[in-house]
């Protein structure tokens, strides 16, 4: 039996690379993208360029009704998932909300992904893995009271909301590992360094010129930052490995006492369970 793999993203910059390897490593792979004609043209194209068996399929993070279906789906079609690489992230420049009431890009970088995982865990077996693509801005995340609310509108408050998310995704990695320790499932952070995707981009016409002319030569091209991830899924080596945080396909030891054992760590789970029983969503 094929092993199954689930690449969120998959369609983006990075999110074809990680999605072209696997599939090319024989996985049966999914690629759980935002509904679009771009996504209908990446699967048809990965398609053609890999020969492998790939399966796109639907996937909004900011909608529970959304991600709720796509499990369902998965359960129905699928016994067992090997691979989860949670690789879709946003960084809109200006505020978008979620039913005018929760933070876009947090719902999607942090809160979605909180809810497919959990959703899919019964469907993981020993051995398998889960990647959760974070970055390096999480070293400026705050975990606070109004991690989730909406309203705060200017782009520079967005860049602070996308580290405050890519933090969040890297504590819940934290706590994923220490839960599925016994059950031989590993969960591991991927930092993909800065890289020149189309998430640099505010639509601001003054940041975006001085960017594309000062920052985005020296940037990581997306086949390069897409290598830390694919090595998580694929290596051998790493297969025993898990609650770590890796950067140019090696351990990087962030993770320090403080920040595995603090007091915004415990403020999330508060928060993600309170919007858990808001929103009326059992996991």
Not at 8 to 37: H, L, V, W
Not at 94 to 112: A, I, L, S
Not at 205 to 210: A, P
């Amino acid at each position: 039996m094929k092993k199954v793999a689930i690449v969120t993203g998959a369609n983006g910059d990075m999110g074809r690379e990680i999605t072209k390897a696997i599939a090319k490593a024989g996985y049966i792979t999914i690629m759980a993208c935002f509904p679009s004609q771009r996504a209908e043209q990446t699967h048809a194209k990965i398609q053609k360029e890999t020969n492998g068996e790939i399966v796109l399929l639907p996937l909004d993070l900011a909608s529970q009704e959304s991600i709720f279906n796509f499990v369902e789906k998965i359960a129905n079609d699928y016994p067992q998932i090997d691979l989860l690489v949670n690789n879709a992230g946003v960084l809109y420049p200006k505020q978008k909300d979620v039913e005018e009431r929760w933070d876009y890009t947090t719902m999607v970088n942090y809160f979605g992904h909180y809810i497919l995982t959990t959703k899919l865990l019964p469907l993981f077996h020993e051995g398998g893995r889960i990647i959760n693509v974070v970055s390096l801005t999480y070293r400026f995340g705050k975990i606070e009271p109004q991690l989730f609310e909406y309203g705060r509108n200017s782009w520079v408050q967005q860049v602070q909301n996308y580290s405050n998310s890519k933090l969040a995704l890297l504590y819940f990695s934290l706590d994923l590992a220490e839960q599925l320790k016994e059950k031989n499932i590993t969960v591991n952070c991927s930092d993909p360094g800065i890289v020149g995707t189309k998430i640099i981009a505010m639509n601001n016409n003054f940041f975006d010129k001085i960017c594309d002319v000062f920052a985005r030569p020296f940037m990581k091209s997306p086949k390069n930052g897409a290598k830390t991830a694919i090595y998580l899924a694929l290596d051998g080596n790493v297969g025993k490995i898990s609650g770590e945080y890796f950067e140019n396909a090696k351990k990087i030891p962030v993770l320090s006492h403080v920040l595995q054992n603090n007091e915004e760590r415990e403020l999330l789970r508060k928060l993600t369970q309170d919007l858990l029983h808001e929103r009326n969503i059992l996991i």
